[in-house]
């Protein structure tokens, strides 16, 4: 590795850190960075997994202001379910072809940034989270979160935009709480694909050690920004940043 391609994966940690805690999809940033130094597409992704784990969690703790003001039993019963699916997700990737997937995920991260889009009209259809039943709320809160966890031990570029439209027709919460949460289950499903990648999958250890510091700066960088935009703000800035992480992802799909 040279010093530019240090200064290369560098610069896409950062940004890549800052991104996932406001919005998500820094993966678009730093998975073609370590193709860009030499790495194959399956050891890029496994790679990029590992190195941005440390970004999810400085997110949480810049995030953790948010955190205290949702109720500890929410944010502790959603860990289980995170894991089972984020670890079902990596044994997909690694036992599965990944065309036919790949040409599904550009139509799930538009939607999900179309479903933030218009959440207030579609809580009128689904109804609103604080009409919910409390039975009803936890079991939809619990499948938002194995489906965003299973996409994102898969994938997980835009998890970010996905669970925060998820979350959000479930959780009567401001949009920082929101995200606050949603940088929670991201990551509980990065550590699951630390654990299993580091021990079945191709990891690139140097460019980790490259990445992984940098992701981690930019991740609480991202977190008390996000806590600092106004909740319309925020909102829109993801629905952007979704659909244009969406059509990039639909252009390499087709291309």
Known sequence: MNLADIALLSGAGLAAGTVNAIAGGGSLITFPALIATGLSPVAANVTNSVSVFPGYVASVYGSRMDLSELPRRTVA?????????????????????????????PFLVLAAATTLAFQDRLRKLVGNPRDMSPSRRTLSLHAMVFAGSLYGGYFGAALGVMLVAALGLVLDQSMARISALKNVVSAIAGLVTVCVFALFGPVEWVDVLVVAPTAMLGGYVGARLARRLPSAVLKWLIVAFGTGVGLILLYRALT
Not at 86 to 99: D, E, M, N, S
């Open 77 to 105: 019963g959603i860990v289980p379910t995170s894991v089972v699916a984020a670890a079902l997700g990596c044994v997909l990737l690694l036992i599965t072809p990944a065309r036919a997937f790949d040409l599904v995920v």
